[in-house]
């Protein structure tokens, strides 16, 4: 299975702010995904960072808040923008193994303050 | 429109004895279904799926679930609980005809198990 980090692990930032959190794995893989989970909340998708075109976001979710890069095949960004309390979450992105199951990085729990 | 339910918010068992959690689904068409486990600040953990064939699945530190389609349902089950299997687990659920890849998430049972 692919291994995935995540940078930063956590984050405290103050409302206004934008953080830029990083996915890097350590093969190549062709779907990457950004899924929040809000305290004491399921997951849910943000994105799917697609390689070499605009990522593909979930309703709710749009480019100006969470843009989305993914330059090559093992790495990818996702930026929360002008940040409000309500954006504190965990923020994990997985990657689709070719055996159908996703595998997810640790995570980076982001705190808006 | 797909959906996961994931009926109780925790399952308390005592160790050694048998665990279920539940779960139930809702797609069009023919599913994957997954199941994960969280434990305290970490990430996801993959447990186990179903894609095809036999209904009984088995998947990581002794964990099965089974598939019944009749009942729309996927339970992960375990003969005998641990300590350390406490944890939130989450079903999920893909849908075959999507080429998206996206996964549909349960809301989540917390599994405490008591010595």
């Known amino acids: 299975s692919a291994v995935i980090s995540q940078k930063p692990s956590r984050d405290i930032c103050q409302r206004g702010t934008s953080l830029t959190i990083q996915c890097q794995v350590d093969?190549?893989?062709?779907?990457m995904f950004w899924y929040r989970q809000q305290p004491g909340q399921s997951l849910t998708l943000i994105a799917t960072?697609?390689?070499?075109?605009?990522?593909?976001?979930e309703s709710g979710f749009v480019i100006d808040k969470f843009p989305i890069s993914r330059p090559n095949l093992t790495f990818s960004t996702l930026t929360v923008s002008n940040m409000s309390p309500e954006d504190s979450s965990i923020y994990l992105c997985?990657?689709?193994?070719?055996?159908?199951?996703?595998?997810f990085g640790p995570g980076t729990r982001l705190t808006v303050t | 429109a797909q959906s996961v339910a994931q009926p109780e918010d925790q399952v308390n068992v005592a160790e050694g004895n048998p665990l279920t959690v539940k779960c139930t689904y809702s797609?069009?068409?023919?599913?994957?279904l997954f199941w994960y486990v969280q434990y305290p600040n970490r990430g996801l953990q993959f447990l186990l799926k179903?894609?095809?064939?036999?209904?009984l699945v088995k998947g990581s530190y002794g964990f099965e679930a089974e598939f019944n389609k009749s009942q729309t349902s996927f339970h992960l089950k375990k003969p005998s609980a641990l300590v350390s299997d406490s944890a939130l687990y989450f079903c999920?659920?893909?849908?075959?005809?999507?080429?998206?890849?996206?996964?549909?998430f349960g809301q989540g049972t917390t599994l405490q198990v008591k010595p």
């Open positions: 960072a697609n390689q070499g075109s605009e990522a593909t976001y």
């Open positions: 997985s990657v689709d193994d070719r055996g159908h199951e996703q595998y």
């Open positions: 093969s190549q893989v062709t779907m």
């Open positions: 999920a659920v893909r849908n075959l005809s999507s080429n998206t890849g996206k996964l549909i």
């Open positions: 797609v069009s068409g023919n599913p994957y």
């Open positions: 179903y894609i095809t064939g036999d209904n």
